[in-house]
């Protein structure tokens, strides 16, 4: 458990962000911190490029450790956000992985890998309902699922199951919310730089860019921007998936 950090003292809303030291996630921190939140920034191993935006947004941010595979690393977690920020207006479950191989010679363990990710995701979102968001009477919940849980992509079979199920995640619990004032909504990117689209084969990541219609990868801060608008505005925005891919699907 994290212990570096004093507790927050300020009225600001508090955001937690999964995955929070790289890619889209530290965008969404520096978004977040500069829309008026304090931000817990997550991380698994990542702990210098944490440190780094957390260097970046200072007092108003904390560092917050956990393998979100690990439902007693999420229970800790979650009591360090309640000791330290008292309370969570928004979380963004953007923590995620992607491998990829085809169908037929995956092995299981991949399946078992990617499965745990939205079973951390699920495990985080019950555990932050109940201990900090439920009785408020309102917050924001926001998932980071993919295009692909919508399109389907060769040799990425568990990773669009996973967002699949994150986005039916989303609308099942948008439902379950809506009458505690509770938002809870998908963003679903397309192709964007960061470090695991960067792990791609340049011909491979040359061939997606030619069916972008806008022509180019997206920026981090491209969907960092669409999730402060949920997370800050957007409030007859419900169960729903937004689409950030520069024109590759359109929903
Ligand atoms: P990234 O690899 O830079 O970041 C992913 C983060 O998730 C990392 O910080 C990693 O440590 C964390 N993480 C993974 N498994 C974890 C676990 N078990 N416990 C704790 N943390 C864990 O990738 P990114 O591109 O910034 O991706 C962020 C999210 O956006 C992911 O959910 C990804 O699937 C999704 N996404 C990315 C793209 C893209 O093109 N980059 C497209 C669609 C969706």
Redesign the pocket.
Known sequence: MEQTNSKQTSERPVAIV??G?????AACCRALHEAGFTVGIH????RKPAEQVLSEIGSDGFLLQ????DTAAIDAMVRQIKEQAGRVDVLVN?????INEPMLTMPITVFDAQR??VR?AWYLTKRILRVLMFRRGSGRIIN?S??VGHTGNAGQIPYTMEKAALDAMTKSLAKELAGRGILVNSVA????D????RALPEDIRNAIVANVPLGRMGG?EEVAEVVVFLAARGSYINGTVIHVNGGMYGG
């Not at 030291?21 to 996630?25: F, R, V």
């Not at 990117?189 to 964007?192: E, V």
């Open positions: 999964t995955g030291g790289k890619g889209i996630g991380y698994r191993e990542s956990a393998d979100l595979e953007n923590a995620g992985i992607s745990a990710v951390g980071i993919s295009v990117p397309g192709f964007i960061t470090e695991m689209t981090p």
